[in-house]
């Protein structure tokens, strides 16, 4: 007769597995998906809580936006001042758990409360004016041993514009809570937040798994009419449906509410059953193995168009400009432009001091610095815009920044490079003329002086160089002097090279530096490919509901 498997064991294999996969899923920053990705974590660790001590009581938590009296009816029930109190809103910032000391082996557990919570501490002694912190809870023993088969939590304010940190703990805590209680006062009940509170509890089905709702409208003004009072108690019934819908009377600065105030509200209140829970989590689990499964293919071609998008702009980058030329050289294209050329300017050259023939610097870098600096800018940019996009604008990520020292040495190389193999072609055209043409008088160093300039132009702006040095070249055959210059020694000189090299080499130099960023934490963190696939084996290998 075969054995009976061990369906505890078996579960508890699965959540243990359960909580590294969705752990990991959470650093991936699943955008959208993120809400139900904590959900379903909180109930792996409170499944994996339930299965080691079967015998916790229940969860019973207090929820409301700040100034709404959670806090003074929890020190009510708890029949002490643990929670702070006080006329200025937003005191509570952390969760306090009042219990039992006996519940010492549960609280201790790693997974009690995990990962709403980072870490736990115990106050002893008469604690007083409690508030926490968003990431830690404290752990309050006020019940006696056997007065409380519940341990009582006030959660973190909701609802401020100044507590979202505190806001976001108290919602992933919803998963854990057995009963909630939602207090809310005239002016809060109508709040979009409660929306989210019962979409968050609309995510544990069956809806036997999720925790009981008890809503309560607090009296905070006396001067509210009572018929004004029973309007809002009546939309809130109407709101919440679903919930067990009551109120609490109006209390002087100071006062707590008595127990037959409160007393139903914690009367009664059972743990969840642990099948409930374990159906709960699979039907929340194969939801979401379907949900990554698509933002991880939406993900993917939002990457490779951010990636085509980055490459035609390095592509366009790279092209030559002709702010990448020197001063000089700049200057000597403007006094040797045929439109800017006058004939007092060829007389002055052609006076008594010959022009030299001094070859100049084709590029500078520092203008090819300053255009490299701003398309990377342009470009970071447009890639945290498209990482916000990813992540569903939760946090703000950013790519790492260019490595400019190293990309700054790189193109001062590279413009050393194309400056001498600039020159050595001049020169090489030069010392050809030279040896053709013995011609020794001022006429032929402007002759070379524009020879030099156009042979140059011509080497990065084709259309430009080439016509002004085939007109040049027309007007000295006119005057004699033909073959000085021909289209087919400027061919010969390889026309255009220059220019190719040099945009090639500058469209690597950016492309690393994109690469760099694409490859980063900030894009590789997003990809969603591997763990979709992980979140869907571990759904299909969930032990069966029992």
């Not at 007083?128 to 404290?138: K, N, Q, V, Y």
């Not at 990377?376 to 990520?397: F, P, S, Y």
């Amino acid at each position: 007769m075969s054995k009976e498997p061990d369906f505890d064991a078996l579960w508890s294999a699965a959540v243990e597995r359960g909580n590294g996969l969705l752990g990991e899923l959470l650093e991936r920053r699943p955008g959208r998906s993120t809400e139900r990705v904590e959900i379903l974590l909180g109930l792996c660790r409170l499944l994996d809580l339930r299965l080691r001590h079967p015998h916790a009581p229940a969860l019973i938590g207090i929820l409301g936006s700040a100034n709404s009296g959670k806090s003074t009816l929890f020190n009510s029930i708890a029949e002490a001042e643990v929670s702070k109190v006080t006329p200025i809103p937003h005191q509570t910032v952390g969760t306090i758990v009042a219990l039992s000391p006996s519940l010492a082996k549960v609280v201790d557990d790693p997974s009690f409360l995990r990962p709403a919570i980072k870490a736990l501490r115990w106050v002893e002694g008469d604690a007083i004016d409690l508030s926490g912190t968003p990431t830690e809870a404290l752990a309050v023993p006020v019940f006696t041993t056997d007065a409380a088969s519940f341990a009582l939590i006030d959660l973190p304010d909701v609802g401020t514009v100044e507590s979202q940190q505190e806001h976001s703990v108290a919602l992933r805590m919803l998963p854990w809570i057995d009963r909630v209680i939602l207090v809310v006062t005239e002016e809060s009940f109508a709040q979009a937040d409660h929306e989210r509170i019962e979409r968050t509890l609309g995510a544990l089905h069956p809806q036997r798994a999720r925790g009981e709702l008890f809503v309560v409208l607090n009296r905070h003004h006396a001067r509210t009419t009572e018929p004004e009072f029973q309007a809002r108690l009546d939309s809130l019934r109407s709101f919440w449906s679903e919930a067990a819908v009551s109120s609490l009377p109006h209390l002087e600065s100071g006062a707590r509410f008595r127990r037959e105030d409160f007393g139903p509200l914690v009367a009664e209140a059972n743990p969840r059953v642990s099948r409930l829970l374990r159906q709960a989590l699979v039907n929340l689990a194969s939801e979401l193995a379907v949900e990554i499964a698509t933002t991880a293919r939406d993900r993917e071609r939002a990457r490779d168009q951010l990636r085509r998008g980055a490459a035609s702009e390095v592509n366009d980058a790279g092209r030559f400009r002709r702010s990448f030329f020197s001063d000089e050289f700049l200057r000597r294209m403007d006094v040797f432009s045929p439109w800017r050329t006058s004939l007092s300017r060829l007389k002055s050259l052609l006076g008594s001091e010959p022009p030299r023939q001094e070859l100049v610097d084709l590029l500078d870098s520092a203008p090819l610095k300053r255009h490299a600096r701003e398309v990377l800018a342009r470009i970071r940019q447009d890639l945290q815009r498209g990482v916000q996009r990813l992540a569903d604008g939760r946090e703000t990520i950013e790519p790492p920044a260019p490595d400019y020292e190293a990309l700054d040495a790189a193109l001062d190389e590279l413009v050393q490079r194309v400056n001498l193999d600039a020159r050595k072609d001049v020169e090489a055209l030069l010392t050809q003329l030279q040896e053709q043409h013995k011609v020794k008088d001022p006429l032929w160093s402007l002759v070379t002086i524009v020879a030099s300039t156009g042979f140059l132009v011509d080497l990065f702006i084709p259309s430009v160089g080439t016509l002004g040095t085939l007109a040049f070249s027309g007007v000295l055959s006119a005057l004699g002097f033909g073959g000085v210059l021909t289209a087919d020694l400027m061919r010969k000189l390889r026309t255009g090279k220059l220019r190719e090299t040099f945009e090639r080499e500058l469209r690597e130099l950016l492309g690393v530096q994109v690469e760099a960023m694409l490859d980063s934490e900030a894009f590789t963190g997003l990809d969603l490919g591997a763990p979709a696939l992980e979140l869907q084996r571990w759904t299909d290998d969930l032990p069966e509901v029992r």
